[in-house]
């Protein structure tokens, strides 16, 4: 059974940073592209940022310059390192795992593309 299991969130002051952790079991992420979502308080989902199997990477236009994607492929763990965290990025935060492919993928910052999510950790950013 494939499952997305983060951890890593919380409460910070505007100006900090956090890092998100997600553990895919049940599969690998080495030939998937996988990604970060978040829904903030009285909005849709959006995209936050994506890597693809050779670890190229994609963000969203209000994360691009803080926050970084990367992953671990021996842990099977993807993170996201959040810095100079804002009130606006206060959300719930998905991990989630695009589907399998057989050969080379880039990223995907199409949420509606992938195939697995994480249950979603909160992260607040005060002022």
């Known amino acids: 059974q494939v499952r997305l299991v983060e951890s890593g969130g919380g409460s910070v002051q505007t100006g900090g940073s956090l890092r998100l952790s997600c553990v895919l079991y049940?599969?690998?992420?080495?030939?998937?592209?996988m990604g970060w979502f978040r829904q903030r308080p009285g909005k849709q989902r959006e995209e936050v940022a994506s890597?693809?199997?050779?670890?190229?990477?994609t963000y969203g236009d209000s994360v691009t310059d803080r926050f970084t994607i990367s992953k671990d492929t021996v842990k099977n763990t993807l993170s996201l390192q959040m810095d100079n965290l804002k009130p606006e990025d206060t959300a719930i935060y998905y991990c989630?795992?695009?589907?399998?492919?057989?050969?080379?993928?880039?990223?995907?910052?199409?949420?509606?593309?992938?195939?697995?999510w994480g249950q979603g950790i909160q992260v607040t950013v005060s002022s």
């Open positions: 049940g599969a690998a992420l080495t030939n998937r592209y």
């Open positions: 989630a795992a695009g589907p399998p492919s057989p050969g080379w993928i880039g990223p995907s910052l199409d949420q509606t593309t992938y195939a697995y």
């Open positions: 890597i693809g199997s050779l670890d190229l990477t």
